[in-house]
């Protein structure tokens, strides 16, 4: 486990032309002062030093305050620097190690590296999977006095960067889900972002086929016979291929449906409890004393106390927090089956179109068929090769 010890915190101000240095116990350090004499600053100075963007006071933020933080890490011990958006790492002879602008690349790397930090995020714009910045490391632990009590995880700025963070997140720091689970993220969002690539470039060498397939006539006859047995093995092992992605859809949409059953389950439970607390806070209120009251259902005394009718309503917005996200995971459901469902039919299109083909009746073959047929399939064995070295490319 890592042992993080915060020794000295160095501010400094050009502007001001005042400094202060502020020593840290290895164990526990309680600042104390009254209002407006800077300990909200102090503590948002230490987080803003560490690589966490936030909101000091406009008189603080005027005062261009350069930070450098003292502390160790398992024994080891670092100076890190931030001037504005410039920060600095150095060792404990003040040798620096890694100097940089921002903090969402290099430097904030070798901070996550140093704290043993791990988590990836999804990036907002580019989608790829990467390491979080060093903000979502502090956010659980600590709470801004203007903004953290207003709404929940917005005490530091500029979190945007990463879109459905707070999840992945909260199963990080509960440790739910080991270092491998991100790890094995990100190499499979790059895989898949590869994928796509090449999904992208085997729909373009398909549509150029398909177009120039409507232009063609018809192909009735190959005179090289060895040539049409594959072509027909060919479409038999598209045909098997479809057959076994639709029966994959298939799967997969029977146990979205199971799971979309349990939901059901759970949420008539939750339905059910719900009218069951409301029916016992009711009651409460109707026998309004400090006397104990009879449950109706099962025949105890219970203390009628102002206590009792909170613990009723705190469990009454417990159901229906859980009947919201039961609906909400039903509808994610719902959506998963339907564009499942719309898969499957379109195999099923496929499949019908290629089993037409393959039991179609050849008709009288004329000797320019001959020619367009082998033109044809020159054509076609050109596109049916750069769709072949694709779907290589993609199984790998």
């Known amino acids: 486990m890592q042992r993080v ?8 101000s050009k502007k001001e032309e005042a400094a202060k240095e502020i020593s840290l116990s290895p164990e526990t350090t309680v600042v104390l002062g009254t209002n407006d004499t800077g300990k909200s600053s102090l503590i948002k100075s230490l987080y803003h030093t560490l690589g966490a963007h936030v909101q000091f006071h406009r008189k603080w933020a005027e005062a261009n305050v350069i930070g450098v933080l003292n502390f160790i890490v398992n024994e080891k011990e670092y ?32 901070l996550n590296n140093i704290f043993n930090f791990n988590l990836k995020l999804k990036h907002s714009s580019s989608k790829e999977i990467v390491n979080a910045t060093p903000a979502f490391q502090y956010l659980p632990y600590y709470v801004d006095q203007d903004k953290g009590w207003v709404k929940l995880w917005s005490s ?15 199963d990080y720091h509960i440790g739910i889900k080991p270092k491998e689970y991100y790890d094995l993220s990100e190499n499979i969002n790059s895989l898949d972002i590869q994928f796509k690539e090449l999904s992208s470039e085997h729909r373009i060498i398909q549509n150029a086929q398909t177009k120039v397939k409507e232009k063609q006539k018809p192909i009735l006859f190959d005179i090289d016979i060895d040539l049409f047995k594959k072509e027909i093995d060919r479409l038999l092992q598209i045909c098997n291929k479809l057959n076994k992605e639709q029966e994959n859809y298939r799967i997969e949409i029977s146990n979205l449906k199971n799971q979309e059953q349990d939901l059901d389950i759970q949420l008539n439970i939750a339905q059910k409890s719900l009218s069951e607390i409301e ?34 309503v705190e469990d009454a917005d417990s159901c229906r927090n859980l009947i919201i996200d039961i ?3 039903k509808k994610v459901i719902k959506s998963e089956i339907s ?6 039919n379109k195999k099923s299109i496929n499949i019908e179109e290629l089993n037409n083909l393959l039991i179609e009746k050849k008709g009288i073959i004329e000797f320019h068929d001959v020619i367009r047929s082998q033109s044809n399939k020159e054509i076609n064995n050109a596109f049916n090769s750069s769709l072949e070295e694709i779907e290589l490319d993609s199984s790998k």
């Open 279 to 312: 029916k016992d806070y009711e009651f409460t209120l109707r026998h309004n004393s400090s006397l104990p009251i009879q449950c109706p259902t099962c025949g105890t005394d219970f203390e009628n106390s102002l206590i009792n009718r909170f613990s009723l």
């Open 79 to 110: 100076f890190l620097l931030r001037y504005q958006n410039l920060f600095g790492l150095f060792d404990q002879d003040i040798k620096p190690i890694y100097i940089e602008q921002g903090i969402t690349k290099g430097i904030g790397i070798r």
């Open 327 to 329: 609906n909400k995971r």
């Open 5 to 12: 010890v915060f020794k000295k915190l160095f501010l400094l």
């Open 156 to 170: 530091f700025e500029d979190l945007t960067h990463f879109s459905g963070w707070h999840r992945d997140l909260i």
């Open 339 to 344: 564009i499942l469902q719309d898969k499957y």
